[in-house]
């Protein structure tokens, strides 16, 4: 396999989010196939313990994420440079009818092996947060 194109790179970022937010887990996950078929390595985020293969790095955040939150990337933030991307992302929760605004810095690189590596950047929300839960769920023993 060769380095996703930067049209091919383009298609996923556009996908990752309005899939995301249609709540279309089956076509989010061929989106993701499409550009990275082989291994996932995340640090959500960095300096927390590395995540490793689809499951953990992709569908497991899904399932917990995607009922409470919505991604939106401006266009102006989202960089596509040779084989890697790169965005802020602002995270949208509402939990327990409480709108909450989170941003993100997030980085991806594509392989020509099929292999992705993930690095996101954020402060970790603490448990009186109303994002608290929700992150000790994700990110167990781990407080901002």
Same mark, same amino acid.
């Given at each position: 396999? +060769? &380095?996703?194109?930067?049209?091919?790179?383009?298609?996923?970022? /556009?996908?990752?989010?309005?899939?995301? %937010?249609?709540?279309?887990? +089956? +076509?989010?996950?061929? %989106?993701?196939?499409?550009?990275?078929?082989?291994?996932? =390595?995340?640090? /959500?985020? &960095?300096?927390?313990?590395?995540?490793?293969?689809?499951? @953990?790095?992709?569908?497991?955040?899904? /399932?917990?994420?995607?009922?409470? $939150? =919505?991604?939106? &990337?401006?266009?102006?933030? =989202?960089? $596509?440079?040779? %084989?890697e991307v790169g965005w802020v992302m602002e995270n949208h929760f509402t939990i327990g009818g409480q709108k909450v605004l989170m941003r993100s810095i997030e980085t991806f690189r594509f392989e020509a092996d099929g292999s992705v590596t993930m690095r996101t950047y954020y402060d970790?929300? @603490?448990?009186?947060?109303?994002?608290?839960?929700?992150?000790?769920?994700?990110?167990?023993?781990?407080?901002?």
């Open positions: 396999m +060769a &380095v996703p194109s930067r049209e091919q790179l383009e298609k996923w970022a /556009d996908g990752y989010v309005s899939l995301w %937010n249609a709540g279309d887990k +089956a +076509a989010w996950e061929k %989106n993701w196939r499409a550009v990275a078929p082989g291994e996932f =390595r995340m640090l /959500d985020p &960095v300096g927390t313990p590395e995540k490793r293969g689809f499951e @953990g790095c992709c569908l497991k955040p899904y /399932d917990l994420f995607q009922p409470v $939150i =919505r991604y939106h &990337v401006p266009k102006e933030t =989202r960089f $596509i440079c040779g %084989n970790v929300p @603490g448990p009186d947060s109303p994002l608290g839960k929700l992150f000790a769920t994700y990110l167990p023993g781990h407080a901002s």
